[in-house]
């Protein structure tokens, strides 16, 4: 990830003055982005996977709650970003959607809707940052923690999940479904 840092900056200076992306800009900010979201999740996902080898949903429940968050700062001050995990149904309310991101994720699902697979995109935020926005879809492994209660969530594993976190909204998800998002800012 961090080879691109360089270029990032680059094209940072060169184009700070502007207020709209150039196509250039928005390619690297994509790019980036998507390099970012796609190590961000590989390093949750293998992590949660191998606590579930070893103790089952409960220790990768507290997993998730006792590291998802700081594992995503981490990787922020890495990168020199902001990285958010969002949804309309989120689990943890510290995760809870902005105006903007709910904007995006209505984007997001009215293009399901019509078919139109939705992809990563790059615009300006109310701040003047550049912000990638990509969609974060279900998959089988997520539905043991985010699926039906009483179906694939079993009643154990909603009432463990629900000690850490009373109001939860992300459960009732099916494959494929739209989960949520990834919020990545470039300050
Ligand atoms: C072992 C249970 C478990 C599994 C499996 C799991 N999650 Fe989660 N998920 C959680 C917990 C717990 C949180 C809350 C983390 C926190 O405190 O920030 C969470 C939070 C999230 C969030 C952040 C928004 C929110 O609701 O707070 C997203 C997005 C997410 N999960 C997507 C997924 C996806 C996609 C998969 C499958 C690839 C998945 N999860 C698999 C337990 C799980």
């Known amino acids: 990830m961090k080879r691109h840092t360089f270029l990032l900056f680059l ?26 979201a796609k190590g961000t999740s590989e390093e949750l996902s293998g992590k949660l996977m191998a606590k579930m080898k070893e103790g089952g949903i409960p220790l990768a429940v507290e997993y998730c709650n006792t590291a998802a968050l700081p594992l995503t700062s981490k990787i922020s001050k890495e990168e020199h970003v902001s990285i958010k995990r ?7 309310p510290l995760n809870t ?10 984007k997001f ?30 998959d089988s ?7 039906t209660p009483d179906k694939e969530l079993s ?3 909603d009432s463990i999940i629900k000690t850490y976190y009373p109001e939860d909204l992300a459960t009732g998800f099916k494959e494929g ?3 949520g998002i990834w919020s990545i800012s470039f300050p």
Do not use: W
Request: aromatic content about 6%; proline content about 6%; some cysteine.
């Open 109 to 138: 699902l009215s293009m399901i809707d019509r078919n139109v697979p939705p992809k990563p995109l790059v615009k300006l935020d109310l701040s003047g940052n550049p912000h990638y926005y990509a969609p974060i879809f279900v």
């Open 97 to 106: 959607a902005n105006k903007e991101e709910i904007q995006i994720i209505n």
């Open 11 to 36: 094209s940072v200076i060169i184009f700070s003055c502007s207020d709209t992306l150039s196509k250039k800009e928005i390619e690297l900010f994509t790019e980036q982005g998507n390099l970012i």
């Open 177 to 179: 479904d739209l989960r």
């Open 86 to 92: 969002t949804s309309i149904k989120v689990r943890n």
């Open 155 to 157: 009643r154990k594993a």
């Open 141 to 147: 492994k997520c539905l043991i923690c985010h699926g």
